[in-house]
T-cell receptor, first 114, second 116 residues
Framework: KAGVTQTPRYLIKTRGQQVTLSCSPI?????VSWYQQTPGQGLQFLFE???????NKGNFPGRFSGRQFSNSRSEMNVSTLELGDSALYLC?????????????FGEGSRLTVL | AQSVTQPDIHITVSEGASLELRCNYS??????LFWYVQSPGQGLQLLLK??????LVQGIKGFEAEFKRSQSSFNLRKPSVHWSDAAEYFC??????????????FGQGTILTVHP
C-alpha cells in the first residue's frame, strides 16, 4: 500500500513569489492535514480538509491556503512568500473520523525562501 | 488550550542501554496520545498511540509507552537502544472527539544520540 506522497520534495523560491505544494494521501483516506515544521516554532498545524471541505484551521495568515480535490489529493498554496516561510511542509492523511485519529505523514516538501 | 512538554531537548545513550523519553501534556478532556520519530530529512513515523484501555502500549521497533493520567505523562521507553534509533522523537496530543479534525499538538522534540 503506497504511503503519503508529497511533491516537490525540495524547492527554492524568492521573496514575493508564490508556491504550490501537492499531497496524495493513502488510498482510502479522505482527510488531509498540513503542518509546518521550523527549528524555532516546531510542528504547527496549518489546516485539514475532508471531502473537499476545510474542517479545521490553525493560526496562520491568509497567505496560506489549501484545497482538496474529489480524489482526496490536496494542494496548499503560499502567496507573497516571506523569508520566515522557509520550512518543511508536511502532509498527513487519515480516515477523517471525529477527533484526531492516527495520522500518516509524508516525507515533506522543503521550501527555502531567498 | 492543549500543550505538550518534552523536557529533554537532547539525550545521549550508549548502544544497548535503556531509554526513557519524557512527555507531559495538558489537555482538558480525554486525550489521544502519540509518539512519532523523525530521521533527518524524513517525515514522521508513528511509533505508538494511546486511545483508551490498557495504559501500557506497545509500538514498533521495541518501543513502549505508559499513560499516567494522574501525572499527565506519556513517557516512551525502550529496554535496549540500537544505533539505528538515533533520531528526533516527538510526543503529540490530539482530541478524542469534537472538531479538532487532523490537529495534533506536538512537543518540541527530543534528539536522541546513540554512542557505539
Amino acid at each position: 500500500k503506497a504511503g503519503v506522497t508529497q511533491t516537490p520534495r525540495y524547492l527554492i523560491k524568492t521573496r514575493g513569489q508564490q508556491v504550490t505544494l501537492s499531497c496524495s494521501p493513502i488510498s482510502g483516506h479522505r482527510s488531509v492535514s498540513w503542518y509546518q515544521q521550523t527549528p524555532g516554532q516546531g510542528l504547527q498545524f496549518l489546516f485539514e480538509y475532508f471531502s473537499e471541505t476545510q474542517r479545521n484551521k490553525g493560526n496562520f495568515p491568509g497567505r496560506f491556503s489549501g484545497r482538496q480535490f474529489s480524489n482526496s489529493r490536496s494542494e496548499m498554496n503560499v502567496s507573497t512568500l516571506e523569508l520566515g516561510d522557509s520550512a518543511l511542509y508536511l502532509c498527513a492523511s487519515s480516515f477523517g473520523q471525529v477527533g484526531t485519529g492516527e495520522l500518516f505523514f509524508g516525507e515533506g516538501s522543503r521550501l527555502t525562501v531567498l | 488550550a492543549q500543550s505538550v512538554t518534552q523536557p529533554d531537548i537532547h539525550i545521549t545513550v550508549s548502544e544497548g542501554a535503556s531509554l526513557e523519553l519524557r512527555c507531559n501534556y495538558s489537555y482538558g478532556a480525554t486525550p489521544y496520545l502519540f509518539w512519532y520519530v523523525q530521521s533527518p530529512g524524513q517525515g514522521l513515523q508513528l511509533l505508538l498511540k494511546y486511545f483508551s484501555g490498557d495504559t501500557l502500549v506497545q509500538g514498533i521497533k521495541g518501543f513502549e509507552a505508559e499513560f499516567k493520567r494522574s501525572q499527565s505523562s506519556f513517557n516512551l521507553r525502550k529496554p535496549s537502544v540500537h544505533w539505528s534509533d538515533a533520531a528526533e522523537y516527538f510526543c503529540a496530543v490530539g482530541a478524542a472527539g469534537g472538531t479538532s479534525y487532523g490537529k495534533l499538538t506536538f512537543g518540541q522534540g527530543t534528539i536522541l544520540t546513540v554512542h557505539p
